[in-house]
């Protein structure tokens, strides 16, 4: 919002904004290489033990040889976009002007492909810094529908170009990585029947934005946001993170956004085609989806 081209002062600037003068000046300091580290192996134990919080997790490092003390353990949760599961009130925190929305899936029994659609952010560990992977899920068949790989700069930031061919429609004006991600995915929906979608609390500011619901209401599409007795129902993308990340991201060290943005891609489609699911009765989330006698006849 601060144009240092512009000929009109930055001090002005940012007296007309409200802003500290010193907040316009302030550059970002990297993330330092031990951080980072230590940002790995939170995340492999947050996967090993989802109700850990910043106490429990402190003091597992301090096990292993890590001295580290509460406070900074719950800053770099909060930067890597984790935080313990287990059951609480008041999950809804949306940002201030930001809509709240029922949770509609109370008794709801999920039997059929594109009747509920559950999406989560997580964080993905590079060899040097890290990004963010969204994914959209569906419910019943565990087909991821859609993924975007963002720089954490980039996550919130606006969308420049558009899709070829593809209004962006409410898009167009001010939207996120994760706007773009659905409004595509909705796009081409293969059925106009109504669709619901989860959030998990800690990313509430961003799936709670008017440029992020005004793409899914467009499409008449109903929204189901955590309630009270919901802290469960984010355990299949849950699941989802833990497989990408023990199968995918932990064998490799990414040196570029691009590199691990094609590798993650790649994996994502053998999950999808190829990985047979217990849950599933050994069906991949492709035959779920589609069905095996619609896939046979298109092969």
Known sequence: MIDRSHAFPIAGQAKMLGVARSTVYCKPRPVSADDLQLMRRLDELHLDFPFAGARMLRDLLR???VVVGRRHVTTLMKRMGIEAIYRRPNTSKAAPGHKIYPYLLRGVKIERPDHVWAMD???????SGF???AAVVDVASRRVLAH???????LLSRIEQAAPGRPLAACQASASPLCQMFWYLLSSAPSPSPLRSLRRPIESAQFTSIDFTSVLLDAKVTISMDGKGAWRDNVFVERLWRSVKYEEV??????????????IARYLAFYNDRRPHSSLDGRTPDEAYFGKQAMAVAA
């Open 148 to 154: 975007r790989v963002s720089d954490p700069r980039q």
């Open 131 to 133: 990004i963010y992977l």
């Open 63 to 65: 096990r292993e040889g």
């Open 121 to 127: 952010i997580s964080y993905i560990p590079m060899r």
């Open 250 to 263: 932990y064998l490799r060290a990414y040196d570029s956004v691009s590199e691990a943005r094609a590798s």
